[in-house]
């Protein structure tokens, strides 16, 4: 649009004004080698080894197919501000899953392609440069995205279980927590406490009741930045963020919050906030030596958190020597430079690292180390 006859006496503020659509079909042949076919394995039947089919063939197996849309704008203004917005969706069908075929089959499920899913959202990013001069530059920038998956179809199916706590569920996000409701803390006695489906207390596990808590997709995801320049000294700094998504430490907690079921286990400071007396409330459970109540089970939403988080990705500072002093030491350039990544994380979960992956469950995952680098760069 800038390009445009009618835009030539707006020449001195807007740089770019250019409209986006694309619309494309691609495939997803994420299926191992040979899963098509019916395979046998080795077996051990009344002390004579045998073979015996140990998975399923479907000769009707292919790709999955995505078709995506995009409408997009991108802008500059001032030779100084610059941005893109993006409305995209995508439509999956044939998905690739494990599905329940009868077990008269000699199987409980079978991988093929069934289902649906919806994917779109909306994603917005924006820099700008504050100051601009021959010997300053001051630059900051953000970036946006509100993205939401949506299951159409299961292939007949409501419901197909990614795990017991995960399940994949017609009209709900791509994962969706299925868990038992856990209410909190007897006041009188320091038990764990279970809502019912008929919506009463109860001290029994087994009688909670389960359902949908929440999903570990964030509502937001973005990033922001800033870098100043004066002269040859320069520093720059990264943030990432996520906000709105749930997150399931069930490791961390079940072991290490465990009301007394792992005796042998070291516990995290938060499991010395236990009830101790009649009255107590908003607290763990009272702890019991080899605690069989179930009350640290990971599947339960007592260990949901929000997964919100800033984290300080990358802060470097760097000094670049002026080309006079460089030039008497025969190069052409000389950068000091010191980077720090992973350096601090703003956050309320429980777990050591608040990146969790798609599913959201974080089980003992190593986190991102903090990192300092330094180094000299050379040019010659």
């Known amino acids: 649009i800038s390009n445009e006859k009618f835009m030539a006496d707006y020449k001195n503020v807007v740089d770019l004004l250019k409209v986006r659509a694309s619309y494309g079909l691609n495939g997803n042949n994420g299926i191992a080698a040979y899963r098509a076919y019916g395979v046998y394995s080795t077996a051990m039947y009344n002390g004579i080894s045998g073979m015996l089919p140990s998975r399923p063939e479907n000769q009707e197996l292919s790709w999955e197919k995505n078709a995506t849309w995009n409408v997009g704008l991108d802008f500059g203004f001032y030779n100084r501000v610059r941005g893109s917005v993006d409305v995209y969706e995508r439509t999956t069908k044939d998905m690739l899953l494990n599905k329940a075929v009868p077990q008269t089959s000699g199987f409980s499920s079978n991988f093929m392609n069934t289902g649906s899913m919806r994917n779109y959202g909306v994603e917005f990013q924006f ?66 406490l279970w809502v019912t489906e008929d ?111 800033v984290r300080l990705k990358d802060i470097t500072v760097s000094y670049t020597l002026p080309q006079a002093t460089v030039k008497k030491m025969n190069v052409k350039g000389l950068r000091l430079y010191v980077s720090g990544l992973n350096i601090y994380t703003w956050s309320d979960v429980t777990a050591y690292d608040p990146e969790a992956g798609a599913t959201g469950v974080v089980a003992a995952i190593y986190p991102f180390a903090k990192t300092v680098v330094g180094g000299i760069e050379l040019t010659f």
Not at 168 to 177: A, E, P
Not at 183 to 192: I, L, M, T
Request: charged letters at 20%.
């Open 199 to 309: 919506g009463k207390l109860t001290n029994d596990y087994n009688q909670a009741r389960k359902y949908y808590a929440g999903s570990p997709e964030p509502k937001l995801v973005g990033g922001f930045n800033s870098t100043f320049a004066y002269k040859g000294f320069s520093i720059g700094a990264f943030f990432e963020y996520k906000y709105g998504n749930k997150i399931l430490p069930m490791n961390e907690c079940r072991y290490l919050m465990s009301d007394g079921a792992e005796m042998s286990m070291n516990q995290m400071a938060d499991a010395l906030n236990y009830w101790k007396k009649p009255g107590d409330t908003n607290c763990n459970p009272k702890p019991v030596a080899g605690n069989t109540s179930n009350s640290n089970d990971f599947t339960i939403d007592r260990w949901l958190q929000d997964g919100s988080y």
């Open 127 to 192: 820099d700008a440069d504050l100051i601009a001069s021959n010997d300053c530059l001051w630059n900051v920038g953000f970036n946006v995205a509100k993205n939401r998956t949506e299951i159409l179809d299961l292939g007949g199916e409501d419901v197909i279980e990614a795990a017991s706590y995960v399940h994949y569920k017609v009209g709900n996000t791509l994962y969706s927590y299925y868990l038992s409701d856990y209410y909190g803390v007897n006041p009188s006695n320091g038990e764990a």
